[in-house]
């Protein structure tokens, strides 16, 4: 079993709608990354979270430690949102936080 | 500063050849990472560090690998005898060891074709 499960794997949505991104986990975590990747590879850090609720825009993350669970949600959803969003977390070996990511939810965003 | 930097952006090889990939990190960042990502799947650690001393190395760095970081600033990841294997998009990323919250700075990415 992987440690960073992401869902859904694939997403398709129309322009507008509100979309939620899933991630759970099961090691203790030092804190949580939400990362977007643009077809060609690159990647931008969106959010890291360790507690409660980040906003930036129309995104918001939001994890819940007991639960071992985070959510990326997108609020009115535009076609340059279309990316590869992926959960990683950062687990703390005592000499730096490494990560280990989930395997990405495909988002694509229609007209 | 731009950021992360990494050269090449792409490099198609052949089986047994050696590829070296350079990654810039962002300049006041004393540690970086290398990670490696296949078709479809997460990105996975490879191996960092802090200054110029290789701290972590995965148990995915096969022998054929190498990564050096000399002077504590760039760093090249080496692959010797490249296998069909090694095909996959090599990730560089930086951070500030001792800020309170540690975020890493990717790099575009080398994408690497070993035919």
């Known amino acids: 079993k992987n440690e960073v499960e992401q869902s859904p794997q694939n997403l398709t949505a129309q322009e507008g709608e509100f979309i939620t991104i899933n991630c759970s986990y099961s090691?203790?975590?030092?804190?949580l990354h939400w990362l977007q990747q643009h077809p060609g590879g690159g990647i931008v850090s969106l959010f890291m979270?360790?507690?409660g609720k980040k906003k930036h825009g129309r995104l918001i993350a939001t994890i819940n430690i007991q639960e071992k669970h985070s959510s990326l949600h997108i609020t009115a959803s535009h076609p340059r949102d279309s990316a590869v969003y992926i959960c990683?977390?950062?687990?703390?070996?005592?000499?730096?936080?490494?990560?280990?990511f989930g395997t990405g939810t495909r988002l694509q965003v229609t007209l | 500063d731009t950021g992360v930097s990494q050269d090449p952006r792409h490099k198609i090889t052949k089986r047994g050849q050696n590829v070296t990939f350079r990654c810039d990190p962002i300049?006041?960042?004393?540690?970086l990472y290398w990670y490696r990502q296949t078709l479809g799947q997460g990105p996975e650690f490879l191996t960092y560090?802090?200054?110029?001393?290789?701290?972590?190395k995965s148990r995915l760095l096969s022998d054929r690998f190498s990564a050096e970081r000399p002077k504590g600033s760039f760093s090249t990841l080496e692959i010797q005898r490249t296998e069909q294997g090694d095909s996959a998009m090599y990730l560089c990323?930086?951070?500030?060891?001792?800020?309170?919250?540690?975020?890493?700075?990717f790099g575009p990415g080398t994408r690497l074709l070993v035919l």
């Open positions: 560090f802090q200054n110029e001393a290789q701290l972590e």
């Open positions: 300049s006041e960042h004393n540690r």
């Open positions: 990323a930086s951070s500030r060891f001792g800020d309170s919250q540690e975020t890493q700075y």
């Open positions: 990683a977390v950062g687990i703390y070996t005592g000499t730096a936080s490494k990560l280990t």
């Open positions: 979270l360790s507690s």
């Open positions: 090691v203790g975590i030092s804190a």
